[in-house]
């Protein structure tokens, strides 16, 4: 069977779902996601997942997951959420509240748990089910603000109950090969470190057992007094989430968004000593032929009219910028001496290049 499952929500700009309880729902959308995926592939389907992790806003998103899902003819899509706003439990969408067998199997599976079932409704105007082509669901697994709820929540038999809906059985399938996890809660990665940007003057930790999210911080470090810093990662808990040993903070949790340039994963130390700088780093080169380019602020779109600003390459026979986030397609974070950290928008062409080194 070919299945598309979508991981609600983004990571970050302007799509990010619901929180309570210390609860994130775009962390705990792709915690249950990705054990769908795995065990759904191990049992012999083709997944396909959709996860974007940023969008400038929510009809972007919506477009781009709704595109992604009809373009896979896919026999049915699966849209994975969890619910706000007070009440408690776990309802299931459809178009026109159509009961078919794998939405009931589900509800009534997840139900099992110990959630309140408030049924199967209609989600025709719901873009993941009355946009999708094929057979479509959007399932709301509990309310993200309900503790009760959240109490029960479990991505493992969440995933297992909606596997087993879908096609009739389900599989154990280790940590390690779902999200990243051991028994103890994180991957073990040999000699494999996250690097912290000398350019970063605070990255907040978090307590193991709760969500990393702003308000839960144990503390902060802080890169730059340090010419970088460099930790062994010890586990992987979630997506993007890594736990570290620090001298000020003991064991922790630190949020480090793989597409954040202002960190990197390699195979360095250290941990408040020598300057470490991340290997991954990449700078925009802007050729000394352009006379003018214009900069955005960060959160808006980078189209003519939102401009800050902008640069002069031709000035300065050409300009580089150490890139420090790349939050879509050709958008890139840069910081400028006179606009601060902005957006520039740089197509690969004749004009712009991206390397390993300043080229100006």
Excluded at 32 to 45: A, C, D, T, Y
Excluded at 46 to 58: E, F, G, T
Excluded at 125 to 141: D, F, H, K, Q, Y
């Amino acid at each position: 069977m070919k299945i598309v499952i979508d991981y609600g929500h983004c990571l970050s700009g302007y799509d990010t779902g619901a929180s309570g309880n210390g609860y994130r729902e775009e962390i705990c959308t792709r915690e249950i996601g990705k054990r769908i995926k795995s065990k759904l592939e191990k049992l012999g389907h083709a997944v396909y997942a959709i996860a974007p992790d940023y969008s400038n806003s929510v009809r972007e998103s919506l477009n781009v997951r709704v595109n992604s899902a009809n373009s896979k003819s896919a026999e049915i899509s699966v849209s994975i959420h969890l619910n706000a706003g007070g009440g408690r439990g776990i309802e299931i969408y459809t178009k026109n509240g159509q009961a078919f067998s794998q939405a009931t199997n589900i509800l009534k599976n997840i139900c099992e748990m110990g959630y309140v079932n408030r049924g199967i409704k209609d989600g025709s105007e719901l873009a993941l089910v009355g946009s999708i082509w094929t057979n479509s669901m959007l399932i709301e697994c509990g309310f993200i603000d309900n503790e009760s709820d959240m109490k029960i929540y479990n991505p493992e038999k969440i995933a297992d109950a909606i596997v087993k809906g879908l096609v009739g059985s389900t599989v154990s399938i280790p940590d390690r090969e779902t999200s990243g996890e051991n028994s103890n809660g994180g991957t073990i990665n040999k000699n494999k470190y996250l690097n912290l940007s000398p350019s970063v003057t605070s990255w907040r930790v978090y307590p193991l057992g709760k969500s990393p999210v702003v308000g839960n911080e144990v503390g902060k470090l802080a890169p730059s007094q340090y010419g970088g810093l460099s930790y062994l990662i010890l586990g992987s808990p979630s997506v993007d989430i890594y736990t570290i040993e620090t001298s000020v903070w003991g064991k922790v949790n630190i949020y480090a968004p793989s597409n954040d340039s202002s960190c990197s994963f390699t195979n360095n130390s250290n941990d408040g000593g020598s300057p470490s700088v991340p290997s991954t780093v990449k700078y925009l080169n802007l050729s000394p032929s352009v006379s003018s380019w214009r900069v955005y602020p960060l959160g808006k779109n980078p189209v003519i009219g939102n401009e800050i600003g902008s640069l002069a390459p031709v000035t300065y026979g050409g300009l580089s910028y150490e890139i420090k986030g790349n939050p879509i397609g050709d958008v890139y974070t840069i910081i400028t001496s006179v606009w601060g950290k902005v957006n520039i928008y740089a197509p690969r062409d004749n004009e712009s290049t991206i390397t390993s080194r300043p080229s100006y």
